[in-house]
């Protein structure tokens, strides 16, 4: 099975994000919630093509959730959608352009039932990896 969760948030943690990100993490983290915060996922890993027990391409799909709330920026408000949306478009250039994947969903945007001055912005990017050429097709 192959995976490229770890290189996804290493470039994710090594970006200069214009917002600054508090966290970046995988699911199901123990640690205590801060804002704004990216949650990656690796949502789909399957052999899309095997032949002779070796799988030759591999349909991946990574989802991620922005928690964000309202900030003070430069002395003026912005709003938890407008951050939640600028890191969100961050993070579009950088699996389209690095990636080469897709998004294969419409964004949602959901309350964060645990604290409500919190929303989570939820997209889902995805690609077929070629096993043997290690490149990514949309």
């Known amino acids: ?8 948030i290493s470039t994710l943690k090594t970006h200069s994000f214009k917002i600054e990100i508090k966290d970046i993490r995988e ?5 205590q919630p ?16 095997q032949i002779c027990g070796v799988v030759n391409f591999t349909t991946l799909a990574y989802r991620f959730e922005i928690y964000a709330r309202d900030m003070s920026i430069n002395s003026g408000l912005v709003s938890k959608r407008q951050v939640a949306t600028s890191i969100a478009d961050e993070i579009d250039d950088i699996m389209r352009t690095k990636y080469g994947m897709k998004r294969s969903m419409s964004p949602q945007i959901l309350p964060y039932t ?25």
Not at 1 to 8: A, G, N, P, Q, S
Not at 115 to 128: A, L, N, P
């Open 1 to 8: 099975m192959v995976t490229i969760l770890d290189e996804i």
């Open 27 to 31: 699911p199901f983290s123990t640690k």
């Open 34 to 49: 801060v804002y704004p915060m990216i949650v990656v996922y690796e949502s789909t890993n399957l052999p899309k093509q």
């Open 114 to 138: 645990q604290d409500g001055s919190v929303i989570r912005y939820i997209f889902e990017y995805k690609g077929i990896l070629d096993n043997k050429y290690d490149v990514l097709y949309q």
